[in-house]
């Protein structure tokens, strides 16, 4: 029997236990972390696309900094600030799909705690937030990917859904302080707009259109990012199951020569196909793929 609804009953679990609590002191540690991972997509963007990386802070007030020099072509400012969300998104929908196919499940666990504690020692300062946030998580992936792909597939399951709700939920910032966002800092960079305005008492119109509109295009690629993982996992673990089905059906013993009507109308009352001549257990009829006519 397959595990798949167990998952998807855990990832909406999970959902709906995170949105209730995510307000709550007892979340806190995980808020850091998915930051950090938001962070984290600043700073991959900017090294990408030949920039320099100078630190990751996290402020713990859901709030973080990454200071980076991007590259000199005119484009990489942009792709560095949109990669907190889509990246997280990307992040996200890479452990979901990873959990819920169960491929690997032990060994990206592993490489994704190295990568986190790689990052936080070299880009983060000792005894800040970003660095004990970074080193405590990565330990703990690091640990759990030891212990078993079972709780390994779980983790990876618990971590892409916290990462994918973070890169949507964070979003709904945009309607309150729109100009602290990382949609309002490219809204000023795109109109031209000095540092100094981003202290002005009113922000312009036309950063207030530019990064409603941005947000919206960020909201839209995240969600769509999220969907396409999780569709492309289920499909995936759907055909993986049909095959298997099939392989199992060829497996069986196969009668040698014609059978008489009369044996194949009793083969047909006891589940067994006298086209093909395969014996059917009774507990597979239920798990064959539908036959084509």
């Known amino acids: 029997m397959s595990d798949k609804p167990l998952k998807f009953a855990i990832f909406l679990s999970l959902i709906l236990s995170l949105v209730a609590f995510w307000d709550h002191q007892i979340t806190s ?17 900017a090294l990408f696309t ?16 990454t200071i980076a020099i991007p590259a000199s072509f005119r484009g990489s400012f942009i792709l560095v600030v949109s990669a907190g969300y889509i990246g997280s998104s990307l992040v996200g929908g890479l452990l979901l799909k990873s959990g819920f196919s169960g491929h690997n499940a032990r060994q990206t666990l592993i490489l994704f705690g190295l990568l986190l504690i790689t990052v936080s020692v070299l880009y983060s300062k000792l005894g800040e937030l970003a660095y004990f946030t970074g080193i405590f998580w990565g330990l703990g992936i690091l640990v759990t ?6 709780i390994s597939i779980l983790a990876l399951v618990f971590l892409g859904t916290s990462i994918s709700l973070y890169s949507i939920y964070d979003l709904s910032d945009f309607a309150d302080k729109l100009p602290e966002t990382d949609a309002g800092i490219l809204a000023y960079w795109m109109s031209g707009l000095s540092p ?8 312009p119109v036309a950063v207030l259109f530019l990064g409603y ?10 969600i769509g990012i999220i969907y396409y993982f999780l569709k492309g996992s289920l499909h995936e673990h759907r055909h993986e199951e049909d095959h298997t ?14 059978l008489s009507p009369e044996a194949k109308l009793w083969l ?8 093909s001549g395969v014996v059917i257990p ?11 006519n």
């Open 268 to 275: 047909e009352k006891r589940g067994v196909d006298p086209e």
């Open 50 to 65: 030949g920039g320099m990386v100078k630190g990751i802070a996290l402020h713990g007030n859901e709030g973080g900094e």
């Open 196 to 203: 100094e305005d981003l202290n002005a008492e009113e922000t």
């Open 282 to 292: 009774p507990n597979l009829l239920f798990d064959l793929p539908p036959k084509d």
């Open 213 to 222: 509109l941005i947000a919206s295009l960020w909201s839209l690629l995240s």
């Open 145 to 150: 990917g030891m212990l078993g792909e079972s």
């Open 245 to 258: 089905a099939t392989n199992a059906l060829d497996s069986f013993e196969r009668f040698p020569g014609d």
């Open 29 to 45: 540690y995980l808020k850091d972390f998915v930051v950090l991972i938001h962070e984290i997509c600043h700073a991959s963007a």
